[in-house]
């Protein structure tokens, strides 16, 4: 009976976040949205390299509307693929808070807060590649969390790497997960952890490195190993991207104003305050994983 109630209340969490985001889907999109839509339509230029599967994805969704004789566009298409992972990304909070806390009722709010706040709601409704993310990364932690203390079974595993590939195709700079995907492997099952890193993280390298071969030769007609790691590395190698300024006091403070304003519209004049909470959040919880290892 519990465990229905759950479900039904986890499916009734999805349904009221893909409900609000298409009932009040946002008017304003960016440049890049608009970029993506217009790929989304067309079918051209459709491998962004550093958001390489976003575009084709929805594109997708794009020509499944169309196929059943539904008025869409790019926008439409978009729109309704980042809700979907949206409600990817609620549900699995649901799931996630339940098992460690035991409270329906905290879980409910947990996600009706991650429902409610300004980044999420705003990035959901535009043609962005960011709550799709969200949802890839939040169903990897669902299922690395979800077999306990014993070893992976072969579908864990299987279901592991397809996300973490997912999780990359959809941003690239997500290869950084990596890193810390390793370290739980090895904290969790010791030496044998360092097999099961391998095997996911290679596994997944070796997909996702091959998608990107092959969208390369399929969008440069005169191919080359400089040109390919060009094509990979292409934000990274301009210099407005990945500034020293980033990791300065003020860069720091920037980025951590920036937390805050995703959760909630920050008035002028309260960024610096907002961002040494966000720095005290950060400690305590860096603090509280230290402790539970």
């Not at 190993?225 to 006091?249: H, I, K």
């Not at 005290?280 to 860096?286: G, K």
Request: aromatic share 10%; hydrophobic share 55%.
């Amino acid at each position: 009976m519990l465990k229905s109630r759950q479900t039904l209340l986890a499916a009734g969490l999805g349904a009221l976040t893909i409900f609000l985001l298409m009932a009040f889907r946002t008017l304003e999109q960016t440049g890049d949205s608009l970029t993506y839509a217009t790929a989304i339509k067309t079918g051209e230029r459709l491998f962004h390299p550093h958001h390489l599967l976003f575009s084709p994805l929805a594109r997708l969704v794009f020509l499944a509307l169309q196929g059943l004789g539904l008025p869409v566009d790019g926008i439409l298409a978009g729109q309704i693929h980042n809700a979907s992972w949206a409600a990817v990304a609620v549900v699995v909070l649901f799931y996630l808070t339940r098992r460690w806390t035991g409270s329906m009722l905290l879980a409910t709010a947990a996600s009706l807060v991650l429902l409610s706040c300004q980044g999420f709601l705003l990035f959901a409704s535009q043609v962005e590649v960011y709550v799709p993310t969200l949802g890839c990364a939040a169903l990897l932690l669902l299922i690395l969390d979800s077999g306990g203390d014993a070893p992976p079974t072969p579908a864990r595993l299987a279901m592991s790497i397809a996300i973490l590939s997912l999780l990359i195709f959809y941003h690239q700079s997500n290869v950084l997960f990596c890193l810390p995907l390793a370290t739980f492997f090895i904290w969790r099952e010791k030496k044998r952890g360092l097999r099961t890193s391998a095997l996911v993280i290679g596994l997944a390298g070796f997909l996702v490195l091959t998608v990107y071969i092959g969208a390369y030769f399929v969008q440069v007609p005169d191919p080359s190993p400089s040109g390919f790691g060009r094509y990979c590395l292409r934000y990274a190698l301009m210099e407005q991207w990945g500034a020293p300024d980033n990791v300065s006091s003020q860069g720091v403070l920037s980025a951590m104003a920036a937390q805050a304003e995703a959760v909630a519209l920050i008035p002028r004049g309260t960024r610096q305050g907002a961002a040494f909470l966000v720095g005290i959040l950060v400690f305590a919880m860096a603090a509280w994983n230290i402790t539970l290892a």
